[in-house]
């Protein structure tokens, strides 16, 4: 194979952050592609005449030579990655062969339950803030403090115990961050409802008479 068409199969399957690895799903992908196409030239030869075929074979047999030189590659990195990823989770403590079972257990479940729609649904909900880092600490910190105070001896405050409570530390520093929550949620309801007013469509004077 010439060194541009080498060139073209490492562009193909290089990894999108790193051009210098293999990335292994795109390889398996490739091969798998070619395969197909294998396949399609063999029916193809067994259905022409003889004159033709002659044409094919030559193409077909420089398309099993590069897929001879690619898969074994491909299939070797994507076997070291995969040796690699097993180690480096067995090294942090973790069982790889329940991880397996329940990753296979969680696809059919959530496979058979969840609709196209709600799949992307959960594209967005991915993409969004509310899987950030810091979003989740601070949920992990409302449920800590949820738990906490469920547990704590019941009571009760009236307005003059509220007022007394606020100038504790900690409430005052809870109110803070409420009060800078409700600042940035409404600036943000407020970008939200500037969208949806440009978005929606315009209505004749016929239908405002209406």
């Known amino acids: 194979m010439d060194?541009?068409?080498h060139q073209r199969i490492?562009?193909?399957?290089?990894?999108k952050d790193n051009p210098a690895a293999i990335d292994e799903t795109k390889a398996l992908v490739l091969i798998l592609a070619k395969l197909e196409s294998i396949e399609r030239r063999l029916d193809a030869?067994?259905?022409?005449?003889?004159?033709?075929a002659a044409g094919l074979s030559a193409d077909l047999t420089?398309?099993?030579r590069e897929f001879v030189e690619l898969a074994p590659k491909a299939i070797a990195t994507a076997a070291d990655a995969l040796d690699a990823e097993v180690a480096a989770a067995a090294g942090r403590g973790q069982d790889v062969d329940r991880a397996l079972r329940n990753g296979l257990q969680a696809a059919l479940f959530f496979g058979e339950r969840v609709s196209?729609?709600?799949?992307?649904?959960?594209g967005k909900l991915l993409d969004s803030d509310v899987v950030h880092p810091g979003a989740i600490d601070m949920v992990g910190r409302a449920g800590r403090a949820l738990v906490e105070a469920a547990a704590a001896p019941p009571g009760s405050a009236g307005m003059f115990g509220a007022l007394?409570?606020?100038g504790h530390p900690d409430v005052k520093r809870a109110l803070a961050f409420m009060i800078e929550f409700a600042k940035r949620f409404g600036a943000a309801l407020g970008d939200s409802a500037s969208r949806s007013a440009v978005q929606a469509p315009r209505r004749s004077a016929t239908e405002e008479m209406r």
């Open 3 to 5: 060194p541009s068409a």
């Open 10 to 15: 490492a562009d193909e399957i290089a990894c």
């Open 45 to 52: 030869l067994e259905r022409r005449a003889p004159a033709e």
């Open 62 to 64: 420089d398309r099993l």
């Open 116 to 122: 196209e729609a709600q799949l992307a649904a959960l």
């Open 164 to 166: 007394g409570a606020s």
